[in-house]
């Protein structure tokens, strides 16, 4: 399954996230897009997309929020999200 998650990391929590979530669900070969760095993607290229950001003041990112909104609608795009929260860069966790 041809898999996708869009993500906004600024400490590298978010970003340490997503690379675990991909390497753990088995049979979805996930692309990973910094939405800083990359353009808006043709989601119907892929089977399943996620958006990841982290908590700001108790809500996604605006930065996020900016980008989905740039998105074409999709229909029936199976689809998720979640969001990190923590006082640590991702340099903290040992590989």
Same mark, same amino acid.
């Given at each position: 399954?041809?898999? &996708?998650?869009?993500?906004?990391? !600024? !400490?590298?929590?978010?970003? &340490?996230?997503? %690379?675990?979530?991909?390497?753990?669900?088995?049979?979805?070969?996930?692309?990973?897009?910094?939405? !800083? %760095?990359?353009?808006?993607?043709? =989601?119907?290229?892929? *089977?399943?997309?996620?958006?990841?950001?982290?908590? *700001?003041? =108790?809500?996604?990112?605006? %930065?996020?929020? *900016?980008?989905? #909104?740039? &998105?074409?609608? #999709?229909? #029936?795009?199976?689809?998720?999200?979640?969001? !990190?929260?923590?006082?640590?860069?991702?340099?903290? &966790? %040992?590989?």
């Amino acid at each position: 399954m041809k898999s &996708l998650i869009c993500y906004f990391s !600024t !400490t590298g929590n978010t970003e &340490l996230a997503c %690379r675990y979530i991909g390497k753990m669900i088995p049979g979805a070969a996930f692309e990973f897009l910094d939405i !800083t %760095r990359g353009s808006v993607p043709d =989601l119907g290229t892929y *089977d399943l997309v996620g958006f990841a950001t982290f908590a *700001d003041f =108790l809500g996604p990112s605006k %930065r996020m929020r *900016d980008f989905i #909104q740039e &998105l074409p609608q #999709q229909k #029936q795009k199976p689809a998720f999200v979640f969001n !990190t929260y923590g006082n640590f860069n991702g340099g903290t &966790l %040992r590989k």
